[in-house]
């Protein structure tokens, strides 16, 4: 079974600070993908990535960075914390295919919040 | 990108057959339909998937028209277990992003 996980299922942060989310998968995929999820919003795509060190912006990028320096780990980054960055935050991975489409597997989320 | 229109909510007795249904009028044609389950504090965990006609697993069924501008996932004879939100998603994660709509929320009751 492919494994995504993410490094912390809880994060208190205060405003300003910058702040890492970390996820790892185990299944050698080349996607990756960082969601953030809230009330109401439903899941929406903030940064993913095909490959290493290559990064592509999402639906709601602003005040985010993302690092994939090695397949398996892909980092996401808020350079300055602040409040309405407080929600939950979802990776996931899937591989690349022709002919096929690869379903995402997904960690089970980090909750950060931000005061 | 194809965006997805479903019901917000369903409510279900332990034992029915649920089919909720994903409309995608935009769907192109190297478009797959994907369906997830979330649980709450976890991440969505896929279902199924199809491109036409009809899919069937272990846990649903997936059922797309000949147009493909709809799909609709059927539970059968669900279970309290089965309560979660639901999610249909069109795309190929190979090829482009996919975008998540806000959900079906499945409430099932004894």
């Known amino acids: 079974d492919v494994k995504v996980t993410q490094s912390s299922r809880y994060l208190v942060k205060r405003t300003g600070e910058k702040v890492f989310l970390e996820c790892v998968q185990d299944?050698?995929?080349?996607?990756m993908f960082w969601y953030r999820q809230d009330p109401g919003l439903g899941l929406r795509l903030i940064y993913f990535?095909?490959?290493?060190?290559?990064?592509e912006k999402g639906d709601i990028p602003e005040g985010y960075s993302v690092s994939r320096e090695k397949k398996e780990r892909f980092s996401l980054i808020l350079e300055s914390a602040s409040t309405n960055q407080t929600s939950m935050y979802l990776c996931?991975?899937?591989?690349?295919?022709?002919?096929?489409?690869?379903?995402?597997?997904f960690g089970n989320g980090t909750r950060l919040t931000v005061t | 990108l194809a965006k997805t229109t479903q019901p917000i909510s369903m409510d279900s007795y332990e034992g029915q057959e649920v089919n909720i249904t994903c409309s995608h009028n935009?769907?192109?044609?190297?478009?797959?339909i994907t369906w997830y389950q979330q649980f709450p504090s976890q991440g969505p965990r896929f279902i199924i998937q199809?491109?036409?006609t009809k899919v069937t697993n272990e846990v649903a069924s997936l059922f797309i028209p000949a147009d493909r501008k709809s799909s609709t996932l059927s539970l059968p004879r669900v279970s309290l277990s089965d309560t979660a939100v639901y999610y249909c998603?069109?795309?190929?994660?190979?090829?482009?992003?996919?975008?998540f709509g806000k959900g079906t929320m499945l409430l099932v009751s004894p």
């Open positions: 996931a991975s899937s591989t690349s295919g022709t002919g096929n489409n690869s379903p995402l597997h």
């Open positions: 299944m050698d995929h080349e996607n």
């Open positions: 990535s095909y490959d290493v060190k290559m990064k």
């Open positions: 935009n769907i192109a044609t190297n478009d797959y």
């Open positions: 199809g491109y036409k």
């Open positions: 998603l069109v795309g190929n994660s190979g090829y482009s992003t996919l975008t």
